[in-house]
Nanobody, 121 residues
Framework: QVQVVESGGGLVQAGGSLRLSCSIS??????MAWFRQAPGEEREFVAG????????KYADSVRGRFTLSRDYPKKTTYLQMNDLKPDDTAVYYC????????????????WGQGTQVSVSS
């Protein structure tokens, strides 16, 4: 059984930083991504990476500000978010895929419960 658990959300002022964590159990090799969903909006791709790390994608809106990293022994992936903006306010979801990789929601079979990120101006 695959479990995906996010943590690290919170309230921060514009220009501040947060680090989200995503812990995964039930899989040894996997592809993962972060998505976010603001109120009244569609869930959108934020960043994703293959298991080997040979391909990493970022949404244009976060490139240069957000960085993925991974602790393989802990099976935990991190999303470092710097220079946060009010438009980054959303619930952030970690998603896991067994085989496919890309920015589309349908690629990912397993999802966490989400963690709220709020950025005040």
């Amino acid at each position: 059984q695959v479990q995906v658990v996010e943590s690290g959300g919170g309230l921060v002022q514009a220009g501040g930083s947060l680090r989200l964590s995503c812990s995964i159990s039930g899989r040894t090799v996997y592809i993962m991504a972060w998505f976010r969903q603001a109120p009244g909006e569609e869930r959108e791709f934020v960043a994703g990476e293959t298991w080997s790390g040979d391909s990493t994608k970022y949404a244009d809106s976060v490139r240069g500000r957000f960085t993925l990293s991974r602790d393989y022994p802990k099976k935990t992936t991190y999303l470092q978010m710097n220079d946060l903006k009010p438009d980054d306010t959303a619930v952030y979801y970690c998603a896991v895929s067994d085989q496919l990789y890309g920015p589309k929601r349908g690629v990912y079979e397993y999802w966490g419960q989400g963690t709220q990120v709020s950025v005040s101006s």
